[in-house]
C-alpha cells in the first residue's frame, strides 16, 4: 500500500484541510510555503495521466476550491499549482496529487523557472504531437 493509500485510511495521521467520500487534501509535511496542500483522489491511481475524467474533474474542483482559500487566508499574492507526473518530473509517491504552494514573493523557498533551450522547429514539434 502506497504512503497516501496509508494516510487516506488513516494508518498514518495528516493534517487535514479536506475531505469528502472521494478526494482529500492535506498539508504537506514539507510546507514549501506557508499552507502548502496535498490534494489526491481516496481512489488509488498512480497519477494524472492514468486518472478517469469522472476523478480528475472531483479533485480538479476541490483543488480550485482550496486555492481560492488558501490564497485568500494565508494572505498569499498567488498560487502554484502543479502535479509530477513519472519520476523524469520529480513524482516520488506514485499516487496522483496536485500541488498548492501558496506564493508570497519571489523569494519564496521554490522557485520556478522557464529558461530558454535551444531553438525548436515547431512545425516539426506540431507534426509530432498530431501524428
Known amino acids: 500500500m502506497c504512503v497516501f493509500c496509508k494516510i487516506i485510511e488513516g494508518v498514518i495521521p495528516s493534517s487535514k484541510v479536506y475531505e469528502d467520500d ?7 509535511l514539507s510546507q514549501v510555503t506557508y499552507g502548502h496542500t496535498l490534494v489526491m483522489p481516496k481512489k488509488h491511481v498512480s497519477d494524472l495521466l492514468e486518472c478517469d475524467s ?6 480538479m474542483t476541490v483543488v480550485k476550491q482550496l486555492a481560492a482559500q488558501i ?12 502535479s509530477n507526473i513519472h519520476e523524469a518530473a520529480g513524482q516520488t509517491v506514485m499516487h496522483m496529487h496536485i500541488h498548492i ?31
Do not use: W
Not at 490564497?71 to 502543479?82: S, V
Open 22 to 28: 472521494d478526494v482529500l487534501a492535506i498539508l504537506d
Open 54 to 59: 469522472q476523478t480528475y474533474l472531483k479533485v
Open 71 to 82: 490564497t485568500e487566508k494565508c494572505h498569499a499574492n498567488g498560487c502554484n499549482i502543479l
Open 101 to 131: 504552494i501558496p506564493r508570497y514573493d519571489e523569494h519564496d523557498a521554490i522557485q520556478i523557472e522557464f529558461n530558454e533551450s535551444k531553438k525548436q522547429d515547431l512545425a516539426e514539434v506540431q507534426n509530432t504531437i498530431l501524428k
